[in-house]
């Protein structure tokens, strides 16, 4: 069955540094991955999309990147700043003929001030 | 324009007592997902549904849970005769189709006594 890694342990760096969070899957391959971010307490915020063919995307300082051969996606944060304190979360589609989302539990971020 | 909604925020029941749980989604969007988080755990999927429609339930318990998306009104998630596991925060979250990004509600939290 499809599984995805997020590295469970909490990642703190320095405000101003670059975060890059890891997101790796197995036994799929899907045709698009996404990235969330929930605070405590809230849903999650949906924040970007990237499709198999596309091999980066950029949004403000944030930067996905999807490695289809490495079944691995990487989640930049630049500059970043003790407001993208959160956890962040990647989905995978679920496998052909399914509709359902698999989330990954999650890595949570502190950016230190 | 309103995000997703979900009501009651916080739910307490007695064990053999019922569960209803509602969603509003984003106005123009049809699909809603269901979804279950245990603290430290990561989204589990439980059912995806269209207007009147369930496409994808493979993620529910085949007792006890059910859910509906009227054409009119809410979708409503319903628990008959809760135990103390089914504890957790619900989730929904709508899209306008099925390979499109999440909106997400802030949570009903289910407490079991």
């Known amino acids: 069955s499809q599984k995805i890694e997020q590295n469970s342990e909490a990642l703190n760096i320095q405000e101003g540094k670059t975060a890059t969070l890891t997101c790796n899957y197995t036994n799929y391959s899907p045709a698009y991955l996404q990235w969330y971010r929930q605070d405590p307490g809230r849903g999650p915020v949906f924040l970007l999309l990237i499709r198999e063919n596309e091999k980066e995307k950029r949004k403000e300082r944030l930067k996905v990147t999807f490695d289809t051969t490495l079944k691995q996606s990487l989640f930049h944060i630049t500059a970043s700043q003790p407001a993208d304190s959160a956890t962040y979360l990647c989905?995978?589609?679920?496998?052909?003929?399914?509709?359902?989302?698999?989330f990954g539990t999650g890595t949570r971020l502190k950016v230190l001030a | 324009n309103a995000g997703v909604m979900q009501n009651p925020r916080h739910l307490v029941r007695r064990r053999g007592q019922e569960a209803r749980l509602r969603c509003s989604p984003m106005k123009g969007h049809s699909h809603v997902y269901w979804y279950r988080q245990l603290p430290e755990e990561g989204l589990k999927f439980m059912v995806y549904?269209?207007?009147?429609?369930?496409?994808?339930e493979s993620g529910m318990p085949k007792e006890r849970f059910s859910a509906e998306f009227p054409k009119e009104g809410p979708s409503i998630l319903r628990i008959q005769q809760v135990v103390r596991g089914d504890s957790a925060a619900y989730f929904c979250?709508?899209?306008?189709?099925?390979?499109?990004?999440?909106?997400f509600g802030p949570g009903t939290r289910l407490t079991v006594t």
């Open positions: 549904l269209q207007k009147e429609n369930i496409i994808d």
């Open positions: 989905a995978l589609e679920g496998t052909s003929g399914t509709y359902k989302y698999i």
């Open positions: 979250a709508s899209s306008p189709g099925s390979n499109y990004e999440q909106y």
